[in-house]
T-cell receptor
């Protein structure tokens, strides 16, 4: 089983719909991150969290929200999806020492 | 200026040659630097981390860091076709080193 698991792996949704992407980890890491990846733009940070009570905006947080339900779970929500949120989304975790990040398998989201 | 910059490539090298990938970053206070490899449609995989100036070697990979020049590089010796992928440079930034920021990546193609 993967150490960092994202669900769903693929999702097609309509403009205006609310959608939640979920991430869970068994690595015991305290830090969790959500990134989106678009061709030619690399990975851009949406939100990050250092523990259950700590949530921080990244560089592209507009249109997104997150919830850290437990140390092992970090969810990303699109309150009202729009087509330019079509992208590949990755969840990642790291510990506070090495800060080496480990990624989930990714969620390919298409907003039509 | 982007926080982490990489040449997008593609960088083409013949099999058996040395591939040299470069990255510059904007935050002079950054302390942690990483190289990730990403195959098409897959999640990024950590291949090297470096925290102090100089060289760090791991098998065919060598990471080089020069904090004064705000420059980090990755050398891949004896390049193989299986090394063909996108290589992402990542740097910890922010007041407490709490943001992991990625470059857009360099596409490497190793020709047999």
């Amino acid at each position: 089983d993967a150490d960092v698991t994202q669900t769903p792996r693929n999702r097609i949704t309509k403009t205006g719909k609310r959608i939640m992407l979920e991430c869970s980890q068994t690595k015991g890491h305290d830090r969790m991150y959500w990134y989106r990846q678009d061709p030619g733009l690399g990975l851009r940070l949406i939100y990050y969290s250092f523990d259950v009570k700590d949530i921080n905006k990244g560089e592209i947080s507009d249109g997104y929200s997150v919830s850290r339900q437990a140390q092992a779970k970090f969810s990303l929500s699109l309150e009202s999806a729009i087509p330019n949120q079509t992208a590949l989304y990755f969840c990642a975790t790291s510990d506070g020492g090495t800060i080496e990040a480990f990624f989930g398998q990714g969620t390919r989201l298409t907003v039509v | 200026q982007k926080e982490v910059e990489q040449n997008s490539g593609p960088l083409s090298v013949p099999e058996g040659a040395i591939a040299s990938l470069n990255c510059t970053y904007s935050d002079r206070g950054s302390q942690s630097f990483f190289w990730y490899r990403q195959y098409s449609g897959k999640s990024p995989e950590l291949i090297m981390s470096i925290y102090s100036n100089g060289d760090k070697e791991d098998g065919r990979f060598t990471a080089q860091l020069n904090k004064a020049s705000q420059y980090v590089s990755l050398l891949i010796r004896d390049s193989q076709p299986s090394d063909s992928a996108t290589y992402l440079c990542a740097v910890n930034m922010g007041e407490y080193g709490n943001k992991l920021v990625f470059g857009a990546g360099t596409i490497l193609r190793v020709k047999s």
